[in-house]
Nanobody, 123 residues
Framework: QLQLVESGGGLVQPGGSLRLSCAAS????????IGWFRQAPGKERERISC????????AYADSVKGRFTISRDNAKKTVYLQMNSLKPEDTAVYYC????????????????WGQGTQVTVSS
């Protein structure tokens, strides 16, 4: 059974950093694209980053480009999201999701989801 578990969220001050992890089990991570999404209260879920199965392709939303870095370690079956220079508007629940083949923008194309981890940026 394909399972994703996010961790690493928490409360951080503006300008601070966090590293989120997405641990996979029940499937071969190498075969899957992983996307990081976030959803703030009252807002739609948005994709903020995506990484190809090999890690050679990455994509970022304009709102996080230059501040967030996605990476993966297929041997450890884990995908990471390094978040630097955090802003209050980054406050949201962060989710990782998996799909086969290519990165897609819309959440509807990702079949498997983790439970989410809360990130709060506040002084």
């Amino acid at each position: 059974q394909l399972q994703l578990v996010e961790s690493g969220g928490g409360l951080v001050q503006p300008g601070g950093s966090l590293r989120l992890s997405c641990a996979a089990s029940g499937f071969t991570l190498d075969d899957y694209v992983i996307g990081w999404f976030r959803q703030a209260p009252g807002k739609e879920r948005e994709r903020i980053s995506c990484i190809s199965s090999s890690g050679t392709y990455t994509a970022y939303a304009d709102s996080v480009k230059g501040r967030f870095t996605i990476s993966r370690d297929n041997a450890k079956k884990t995908v990471y999201l390094q978040m630097n220079s955090l802003k209050p508007e980054d406050t949201a629940v962060y989710y990782c999701a998996a799909r086969r083949y290519a990165c897609q923008q819309s959440p509807q194309f990702f079949a498997s989801w983790g439970q989410g981890t809360q990130v709060t940026v506040s002084s």
